[in-house]
């Protein structure tokens, strides 16, 4: 029987082929890599990586496409039936990391998969919390939120979202994917994006939640200036009456950065 879309799991089935590969080689998988797919689906993406790798694991909520996937006994796929929000990305990571160094491979640890939708941002940030043990991720999403992903700051798209995932790691749109390439067509185009995460910047737990709080402040309203929504900790931070004059969106990631470990360690 043929696989319905839920419109509750964001389901659109990726159909294709051209893009399906596209996306593979943007993945680029190595026999030896430590691979995990969020929503598989009915295994477009899956299919061409399973027959690339050694092992793969998927991560699925939808229990009729579990169903279909573990009826099938696949030998070189592990299943787990598991709200992509809640499962723990890191313990899989740290897991496929410590198998690898104790094979003595250089194969990478790697998530990737069509994320739905409707909770692409909020999984996004889910998924920091494995930054330091994942070596690559690479996402179809829509296009407008890999927009806001790869802003640059005094672009009109530069956001929260913005700094706190360039803060992490280094992102690239790899790929533009149109509707048709669906069943069902999204009524929103969609892209990929490559995310390698960052070697280069290493926050403490404390510095990384001064981050937080410091851009939620600076993005909550976005028409007003930073004397306005730093209020309550520019003098804290020193700033000039020319920086205060501008707005979140005008400020580098790397400024966001210096500041919230000025405030961490006051």
């Known amino acids: 029987m043929a696989h319905q879309a839920r419109k509750r799991f964001g389901q ?3 159909v294709d082929s051209g893009i399906i590969h596209a996306i593979v080689r943007a993945i680029e998988p190595d026999p030896e890599d430590a691979v995990i797919e969020i929503g598989p689906g009915l295994g477009a993406m899956t299919r061409p990586l399973l027959a690339s790798l050694n092992q793969m694991s998927v991560v699925e909520l939808d229990r009729d496409l579990v169903k279909r996937w573990k009826n099938e006994s696949i030998a070189n796929l592990t299943i787990h039936e598991a ?24 194969a990478r640890v790697k998530i ?18 494995a930054a330091d043990i994942v070596d690559e991720q690479v996402f179809m999403l829509q296009a407008e939120v890999i927009e806001r992903m790869v802003a640059q700051h005094g672009d009109s798209e530069y956001s929260r979202l913005s700094v706190m995932l360039q803060s992490r790691y280094h992102m690239e749109n790899v790929l533009d994917v149109p509707p048709d390439a669906f069943d069902p067509p999204p009524k929103v185009d969609s892209a990929v994006v490559k995310m ?5 910047l290493k926050l403490s737990a404390e510095e990384y ?15 007003k200036v930073l004397r306005n929504n730093l209020s309550s900790v520019k003098d804290q931070l020193g700033l000039s009456d ?11 990631v790397q400024d966001y950065i210096n500041w919230a470990c000025k405030l961490a360690h006051q």
């Not at 709200?83 to 496929?96: M, N, P, Q, R, V």
């Not at 939640?209 to 028409?223: D, N, T, W, Y």
């Open 12 to 14: 659109h089935f990726l």
């Open 83 to 106: 709200d992509a929000l809640k499962f723990d990305f890191l313990a899989w990571a740290s897991g496929a990391k410590q198998q690898l160094q104790q094979s003595n491979s250089l």
């Open 112 to 129: 990737v998969g069509n994320l739905p939708y409707n909770i692409s941002s909020p999984l996004l940030f889910h998924l920091m919390s």
């Open 196 to 200: 390698i995460p960052r070697k280069d």
């Open 209 to 223: 939640r001064s981050l937080e709080s410091l851009v939620l402040m600076a993005f909550a309203q976005r028409r």
């Open 242 to 252: 020319e920086v205060l004059g501008l707005r979140a969106q005008d400020i580098p």
